[in-house]
């Protein structure tokens, strides 16, 4: 019996050594990871641009009183190219520099001359445009130099070239020079009789004085006036100092609306019946 009872237990044993291990379950596969959504591109905002609505037909206010004009159309022409939309910011010229570098808005597109002292504020574009500036006085009067109009009253435009001229050339030969706030307000008081002329840009004064009935009996006299020190080179669009991105979008945009034919049409919409390509040199 013991030697029976021996027998069956190593008969366990064996069988107990011989039986295979099951393999534990595999663990279920973690499920594929769903793709991540690119962050969408940051919305670009309005570009914010300064424009002194005085200057017709540069940048003035249409009978609705929207701005419209040259400048304005060139602004939304660029605005275009660079994929955002213009807002138009109303600002006194002598203010507009001032008004950039404080953040109020992004560009000024107004007629600004690229200068050297604008240069030491203010950053520009390549010219958008180039047109000389004139003298105008009333018919009759004799001008062959600034001392031939002694005593006369020249209004002009505060912060301006043509005010850096008159007080350059003209107040030290004895013309009596004053500044406005806006080339509106010259016009104005030449039309009361309270100056005898002004010094202004050639297209601005033609479009914006001397074609209308108050500008019949003024007409310009003297050559044109080009002077770098005085004048600069150019109408550009001044950024704050730094901009670099943009200024580099803006002249892009700048060569693409001229050579894709946006400027011309521009140009002739204002400028046609005068036979001038404001462009310039």
């Not at 213009?86 to 520099?97: A, G, K």
């Not at 010259?186 to 108050?214: N, W």
């Not at 200024?247 to 049409?265: D, P, Q, S, V, W």
């Amino acid at each position: 019996m013991k030697k029976l009872l021996l027998a069956l237990a190593a008969t366990s044993v064996l069988a107990a050594c011989g039986k295979k291990e099951e393999a534990a379950p595999a663990a279920p596969a973690a499920p594929a990871s769903a793709p991540v959504a690119a962050a969408p591109a940051p919305e670009v905002g309005p570009l914010k641009v300064a424009i002194d609505p005085t200057y017709e037909p540069f940048t003035f206010k249409s009978a609705d009183g929207q701005p419209t004009g040259f400048d304005v159309d060139v602004a939304n022409a660029l605005c275009e190219q660079i994929k955002r939309k213009c807002e138009f910011v109303e600002q006194v010229w002598d203010s507009m520099i001032p008004g950039l570098n404080a953040k109020k808005y992004d560009v000024i597109i107004s007629s600004m001359s690229i200068t050297d002292d604008r240069m030491k504020e203010v950053d520009f574009t390549d010219k958008y445009y180039n047109t000389p500036s004139r003298i105008v006085l009333k018919k009759g009067v004799k001008f062959t130099d600034a001392a031939s109009i002694k005593g006369k009253k020249i209004g002009v435009l505060k912060g301006s070239t043509q005010e850096k001229y008159a007080m350059g050339d003209l107040k030290p030969a004895g013309v009596i020079v004053n500044s406005y706030e806006a080339q509106d307000q010259v016009y104005l008081d030449i039309k009361s009789g309270r100056l005898d002329g002004t010094v202004a840009d050639y297209m601005e004064v033609t479009g914006g004085f001397l074609s209308k009935p108050e500008g019949a009996k003024y007409e310009l006299v003297g050559p044109d006036l080009k002077m770098p020190q005085y004048f600069g080179y150019g109408a550009g669009i001044a950024l704050r100092k730094g901009e670099d991105k943009l200024k580099g979008e803006l002249n892009e945009a700048i060569k693409a609306i001229r050579a894709n034919g946006t400027y011309k049409t521009l140009n002739d919409k204002y400028f046609a019946k005068y036979n001038i390509d404001v462009y310039g040199e």
